[in-house]
């Protein structure tokens, strides 16, 4: 059995709020009374992509973290500075191509993709990555379960404005993808601000609430995000049978 924690949309933005909101939940997470496997961190890490506000993610994350942590970008990131101040790559090293990676957890595959196109604000999964993911889909043995870990919406989540403005572009390919992979257990993302559950391609698609703030759905009221509501994460589980069960919890 696999248990990931899942945070997404910190913002970080060198302001008090966001950085404590940020705090309160990784002490959270810290105080588990059994450590999780592995932290999911599932884009908008830093609110303008700017190396200060990588150098700070690094802290609040990374700073007596008993698990690994494991990133993706979202929109408001910027893949150099995300690479150098936040991964630790060094600078002549580092480059605009898609930051994807690949984990292995637990015996579960965990594939984390940059779902990001830089200058915008909507997400793609671009050839660059496609090519990877079906690399590394081939080279394991059809029986490893995998998790896909990414930042935009490839469905709707029934806010005109995101679903019109900023989800993930040509979903159908990663639709086809995930249908003639039966070893992709689920799909974990961010970007929406508000915890929701549905399916993609016939698999679980988890969406992990915000930290910094929680989208308001049309019928919740007027402006677009609240930011009173508490902060959230989510705790995922996938079991023998390959089962992803999420739990969400807010602090």
Same mark, same amino acid.
């Given at each position: 059995?696999?248990?990931?924690?899942?945070?997404s949309d910190?913002?970080? &933005?060198?302001d008090?709020?966001?950085?404590?909101?940020?705090?309160?939940?990784?002490e =959270?997470?810290r105080?588990?009374?059994?450590?999780v496997d592995?932290l999911?961190?599932?884009?908008?890490?830093?609110d !303008?992509?700017?190396?200060? /506000?990588?150098?700070?993610?690094?802290?609040?994350?990374?700073?007596?973290?008993?698990?690994?942590v494991?990133?993706c970008?979202?929109? !408001? &990131? =910027?893949?150099?500075?995300?690479?150098?101040?936040l991964?630790?790559e060094p600078?002549?090293?580092?480059?605009?191509?898609? %930051?994807?990676?690949a984990?292995?957890?637990?015996g579960?595959?965990?594939?984390l993709?940059?779902?990001?196109?830089p200058?915008?604000?909507?997400?793609?999964?671009d050839e660059?990555t496609?090519?990877?993911?079906?690399?590394?889909?081939?080279g394991l043995?059809? /029986?490893?379960? $995998?998790?896909?870990?990414?930042?935009?919406?490839p469905?709707?989540?029934?806010?005109?404005?995101? &679903?019109t403005?900023?989800?993930?572009?040509?979903?159908?390919r990663?639709?086809a993808? %995930?249908e003639?992979?039966? /070893?992709?257990?689920g799909?974990?993302?961010g !970007?929406?601000?508000?915890?929701?559950?549905?399916?993609?391609?016939? =698999?679980?698609l988890?969406?992990?609430?915000? %930290? $910094?703030?929680?989208?308001?759905?049309?019928?919740e009221? /007027?402006?677009? %995000?609240?930011?009173?509501?508490?902060?959230?994460?989510?705790?995922?589980?996938l079991? &023998?049978?390959r089962?992803?069960?999420?739990?969400?919890?807010?602090?």
């Open positions: 059995m696999l248990v990931l924690a899942q945070i910190l913002h970080l &933005d060198g008090a709020r966001a950085t404590e909101r940020a705090e309160r939940v990784m =959270r997470l105080a588990l009374p059994r450590p592995a999911l961190v599932t884009g908008d890490i830093a !303008h992509g700017e190396e200060a /506000e990588y150098k700070e993610a690094a802290r609040v994350l990374f700073t007596d973290a008993p698990w690994p494991l990133t970008p979202g929109n !408001h &990131d =910027r893949r150099t500075p995300f690479r150098t101040a991964l630790g600078a002549a090293s580092a480059s605009e191509e898609p %930051v994807n990676s984990h292995r957890v637990g579960v595959e965990v594939l993709l940059d779902s990001s196109v200058g915008h604000d909507h997400g793609l999964l660059t496609y090519a990877w993911l079906e690399d590394r889909l081939d043995d059809g /029986e490893t379960p $995998v998790l896909l870990a990414f930042h935009h919406h469905v709707p989540v029934h806010h005109p404005r995101l &679903d403005a900023w989800p993930l572009r040509e979903p159908h990663l639709r993808l %995930v003639r992979r039966p /070893e992709i257990a799909l974990i993302i !970007h929406a601000h508000t915890p929701a559950a549905t399916t993609f391609a016939g =698999r679980p988890i969406v992990g609430p915000g %930290v $910094v703030s929680t989208l308001r759905l049309p019928w009221g /007027e402006g677009l %995000v609240d930011l009173d509501a508490p902060a959230g994460f989510t705790l995922h589980v079991d &023998d049978e089962r992803l069960t999420s739990h969400f919890r807010v602090v």
